[in-house]
Every structure is written in C-alpha cells, then in structure tokens.
C-alpha cells in the first residue's frame, strides 16, 4: 500500500470499507429518524384516529387495512434497505 504523509506523520493509505447495504453502521441520521417518525406515525393513528370511527366494526376493519399497509410499507423499507446500492457494472473488472 503506497505511504500517505500527512502532517508530517507517515500514514498507510486505506481504502474506506463501502457499505454493503443501509443496515451498515454507522446509521445516517436520516435512516433513524424515518424509522422513528413511522413508528410514530402508527402509533399516533391508533391513538387518535381510530377513536374517530363510530361502531367497532369499523375501527376493526380499519385497523386490519392499515396493519397490512404497514406490514406492506416495512417489508418494502426492509427489502430496500438490505439490497446493495452499488451498480453491479461498476463492480466488473476489466
């Protein structure tokens, strides 16, 4: 590896590890934050939006579409999140 000085202290230069996917830590402040605000947000519609509805029935219908929007949107997050956002080209070698 070639030598890199810096301020008169000879240093090996590396090469920074490149993220696999976003589970990689550390997190980007950005990642955490939505992670809060979606939990927020389905807790604060359970709160106070279910109490809206008139009859049981409808809060139960309600919540069973909005469970598996949620269901739906965290496994979407999940499977962008996992996969590598590297363009496979850049990665052939000549």
């Known amino acids: 590896m070639p030598a890199v000085e810096k301020s008169g202290v000879r ?17 980007h402040p950005l990642q955490a934050v939505s992670w809060v605000v979606a939990g927020l947000d389905v807790g604060l519609f359970a709160v106070f939006c279910l109490p809206l509805y008139a009859t049981a029935t409808q809060r139960i219908i309600i919540s069973v579409f909005y469970a598996l929007s949620v269901i739906l949107m965290a496994a979407a997050a999940w499977g962008a999140t996992i996969k590598d956002p590297v363009d496979p080209k850049v990665l052939l070698k000549d």
Do not use: H, I
Request: no cysteine; glycine share 12%; net charge positive.
């Open 11 to 27: 240093m090996l230069a590396t090469e920074p590890q490149r993220r696999k996917n976003g589970f990689g830590w550390p997190l």
